[in-house]
């Protein structure tokens, strides 16, 4: 079957750097999404990763290892408003995006 | 870029009524549109794939007489619940796939649907 996993919650302080992975086991691989929800709204696209390596934007970074299933997202000087749920998402051979859970992240002051 | 717009942002309907909600791409044709479900503190579940001109694709578990979809343009889909129950309250969201862009899908802002 398809799985993708990442932590449910995760907590950090403001200021600082967290970096939430994402691992995956799909039929077939066409890129790799990072998106952000806050409660009550739809999903905002971060970041898409198709090829190995780090993709930077601002504070925000994304990495990818197709070989080891495995990405990460590294968010940098956190903000409050940094506050939300991040959803890994792998589109497989299909095309279709194959979610996570979504990983909760509470910052704190 | 490209924006989806939904309508309505939130409803609520009585048992066994119908309700329809409308998906937008406001600024480029969308060959294709998803439609998801996500109840409260879950992932986004995908309920179907509409293409324009033709007939949805429903996810496993999905009744498709109960969700008709109608994807009757390039910038038009829409959710239709038939005879809503509680258990349909939820939060749908839709996403716009562009012309010969496969990789990335616009979101839009969600339907909040409670059912009384």
């Known amino acids: 079957g398809q799985n993708i996993d990442q932590p449910t919650e995760m907590t950090a302080t403001e200021g600082a750097i967290v970096q939430i992975n994402c691992t995956y086991q799909?039929?077939?691989?066409?890129?790799l999404f990072w998106y952000q929800q806050h409660a009550g709204e739809a999903p905002t696209f971060l970041s898409y990763?198709?090829l190995d390596g780090l993709e930077e934007k601002g504070r925000f970074s994304s990495f990818l290892s197709r070989s080891k299933g495995y990405s990460y997202l590294l968010l940098k000087e956190l903000q409050m408003k940094d506050s939300a749920s991040y959803l890994c998402?792998?589109?497989?051979?299909?095309?279709?995006?194959?979610w996570g859970a979504g990983t909760k992240l509470i910052i704190k002051p | 870029g490209a924006v989806v717009s939904q309508h309505p942002s939130w409803v609520i309907c009585k048992s066994g009524t119908s309700v329809k909600i409308e998906c937008r791409s406001l600024?480029?044709?969308?060959?294709?549109m998803f439609w998801y479900r996500q109840f409260p503190k879950q992932s986004l579940m995908l309920m179907a794939t509409?293409?324009?001109?033709?007939?949805?694709?429903?996810e496993q578990g999905v009744e498709k007489d109960k969700f008709l979809i109608n994807h009757a343009s390039l910038t038009l889909s829409t959710l239709t619940v038939t005879s809503a129950h509680p258990e349909d309250s939820s939060f749908y969201i839709c996403?716009?796939?562009?012309?010969?862009?496969?990789?990335?899908?616009?979101f839009g802002p969600g339907t909040r649907l409670t059912v009384t």
């Open positions: 996403s716009a796939v562009g012309q010969g862009d496969v990789y990335e899908q616009y």
């Open positions: 600024d480029f044709q969308a060959t294709t």
């Open positions: 509409s293409n324009e001109g033709s007939k949805a694709t429903y």
């Open positions: 799909t039929s077939g691989f066409n890129g």
């Open positions: 990763n198709v």
């Open positions: 998402a792998v589109t497989d051979s299909n095309y279709q995006l194959i």
